[in-house]
């Protein structure tokens, strides 16, 4: 077996940052941390490199990418951003939102990253190693997760690399993710409306207590990562909301419902969404042919565990 058919897991210390930094400039894909989830990254400006991403994960090419930045003034470079923009930017960034906002007539991105649409999915990451990354590099770097299409995101190195393979030539290995589910993603619209186009950790809650009621027309086209039907899979016929379980299930737990793994024992949200993915690969990888998941309340971010959930029950047609 060669070199090349085995992908290569790096160290996130500052030789193995400076080495993915070196991989990404000339072109190339990393598998990066974020607090989310891993990211398959590569040069946004790039489109040779943002088509290595769409190859590597099967990913349709209707379905846009989100880019990670340094800072406001590399976004400020892509996206316009209004008050209320920067309103978020300084309340959530760096973290867990994505804003999406009209894209600048000069922004140096490549066409795939934005699937032809006139907006862009902007992100600033917190984890230190993705930022360390970024910093390095010096690009704005495109980076949906480091998976296959439609199958489970990853949280840690190895689920990467059973998902890609050799795929993904380098992993930059940050140990498990914090925050275990992607970003919550805003649309900023015209006259004051907002849309949001995928729970995640920023709760809808809070946007609404900042944004006013949420406003934007629903829109059935693609406008952004994770609002395809079909999404998360393990690969198993998955039953959600189960009070009771069959012997031939694996069972995903939640508060007093022990089973095979436990979101959380103690019934914290936090806690659930950081374990979500994770118990999703112990259920992919299980004897067991099918899943069931506890109830999960639908408060706060509980909203986004089942956002997530539902995806994966979806069967394919």
């Not at 943002?50 to 099967?58: D, P, S, T």
């Not at 480091?146 to 995101?153: D, F, G, K, T, Y």
């Not at 993915?277 to 099918?290: F, G, I, M, N, V």
């Not at 109830?295 to 706060?300: F, L, N, V």
């Amino acid at each position: 077996m060669s070199d090349k058919d085995v992908t290569e897991v790096l160290q996130a210390d500052a030789e193995g940052i400076a080495r993915a930094a070196r991989i990404l400039a000339a072109g190339g894909l990393v598998a990066v941390p974020t607090e989310t989830v891993y990211g398959l990254a590569a040069r946004a400006d790039s489109a040779e490199a943002v088509a290595k991403i769409y190859a590597a994960k099967g990913r349709p090419d209707f379905n846009p990418l989100i880019v990670h930045v340094r800072d406001l003034a590399q976004a400020e470079k892509i996206g316009e951003f209004d008050a209320r923009a920067r309103d978020l930017v300084e309340r959530f960034w760096p973290g867990p939102l994505t804003l999406v906002l009209p894209l600048r007539e000069d922004a140096k991105v490549a066409g795939a990253v934005t699937a032809g649409l006139p907006t862009i999915a902007l992100r600033q990451p917190a984890h230190k190693v993705m930022r360390a990354v970024l910093e390095e590099t010096g690009s704005p770097l495109a980076a949906p997760s480091a998976n296959r299409s439609e199958e489970i995101s990853p949280t840690r190195p190895e689920h990467v690399i059973a998902s890609l393979g050799k795929a993904c030539p380098v992993v930059l290995d940050g140990g498990a993710s914090q925050k275990g589910l992607e970003s919550t993603i805003v649309a900023l619209r015209p006259d004051a409306a907002w849309s949001l186009l995928r729970p995640g950790p920023v709760s809808h809650e809070t946007l609404e207590r900042i944004l006013g009621a949420e406003t934007g027309a629903d829109n059935a086209s693609i406008e952004a990562p994770g609002q395809l039907a079909r999404h998360y899979s393990p690969g198993k016929p998955l039953r959600l909301s189960a009070a009771e379980v069959a012997p031939d299930e694996f069972f995903i737990g939640f508060g007093g419902q022990q089973g095979d793994c436990n979101l959380s024992a103690g019934g914290d949200l936090n806690e659930a969404a950081a374990q979500l993915y994770e118990c999703l690969h112990q259920a992919a990888a299980s004897d067991k042919p099918r899943i069931a998941v506890a109830p999960i309340p639908y408060g706060e971010v509980g909203r986004a565990i089942n956002d997530r959930l539902r995806r994966a029950a979806t069967r394919q047609n």
